[in-house]
């Protein structure tokens, strides 16, 4: 997979900018919050985005060298999502802002989340201990979690052993759609239907994105109810064919030889 990264030439709290080659027309995925108060600028002109898995900013790129700027505009009380520790990279068929050493994640334990924000309110999020928020937490989970929570319930936890969240902050409808995918989607692999490699590969081709960002924890709902469709469809292709006359004959020649 072809690789060229962003040399990145400002970086703020609302502000992001710097220079990115693309090898073609490609779309640029982000790990963004989508959020009508960030604009885009390619070379000076405001460029179109779009939500990719419900939650991250999406634009398309020419071939070309390109100077690329993020600005953030807040909408009334909305303060909008705020970019930490990111990088981007341009990929075959897509580029994506994610955060810096992302192929070393028990490794890092430095992730900076101060200027994270709620994507549902806008508030800021706080690093705490899952206390009081599981019904248990005899691991002792950590979260980010919205600062108005109870109110909004935002949160994610985080890899055990560092503080880099699994995913993006999301509310109990969205957390019950991720658990719902995750069960059908375990099930490709847990069935024996296909490895857990090529589960992934299929997750990555379902919803667009590389290998390393094919993870539900990213999802929003629409790619959500979508994997669990996609993979209930595929669950009950196997079912009917291990029930199917001729896979019981094959399976009864290959026991009995």
């Known amino acids: 997979m072809n690789e060229n990264p962003i040399n990145l030439t400002k970086w703020t709290d609302t502000e992001l900018s710097g220079t990115i080659h ?3 027309y490609k779309t640029m995925f982000t790990s963004i919050p989508y ?3 960030w604009k885009l600028f390619v070379d000076g002109v405001e460029t179109e985005t779009r939500p990719v ?9 020419a071939e070309g060298d390109h100077e690329i700027s993020f600005t953030y ?6 303060t909008g999502a705020i970019i930490t520790g990111v990088s981007l990279v341009v990929f075959a068929g897509a580029a994506i802002i ?4 992302n192929k070393n994640k028990k490794k890092r334990k430095g992730f900076n ?3 994270m924000r709620c994507p549902y309110c806008g508030s800021t999020v706080v690093y705490r201990s899952a206390d009081g928020i599981y019904h248990e937490n005899k691991k002792g989970t950590m979260l980010y979690v919205c600062s108005n929570f109870p109110e909004c319930d935002a949160y994610v936890r985080v890899h055990a052993g560092t503080n880099i969240p699994v995913g993006s902050l999301a509310n109990h409808e969205l957390r019950s759609l991720r658990r719902t995918a995750h069960h059908y989607f375990d099930q490709l692999h847990l069935s024996g239907y296909m490895s857990k490699q090529d589960a992934y590969k299929w997750l990555a081709d379902l919803v667009m994105a590389p290998m390393s960002e094919a993870h539900i924890g990213h999802l929003g709902e629409y790619y959500c109810k979508l994997v669990i469709e996609e993979s209930r469809k595929l669950l009950d292709r196997s079912r009917k064919m291990k029930s199917s006359p001729r896979f019981q004959v094959l399976q009864g020649g290959a026991a009995a030889s």
């Open 22 to 24: 693309s090898d073609g």
């Open 98 to 101: 994610t955060t810096v050493n």
């Open 113 to 115: 989340a101060t200027s």
């Open 53 to 61: 898995f419900d939650t991250f900013i999406a634009a398309d790129l």
């Open 73 to 78: 505009e807040p909408e009334g009380l909305k």
């Open 35 to 37: 959020d009508k108060g």
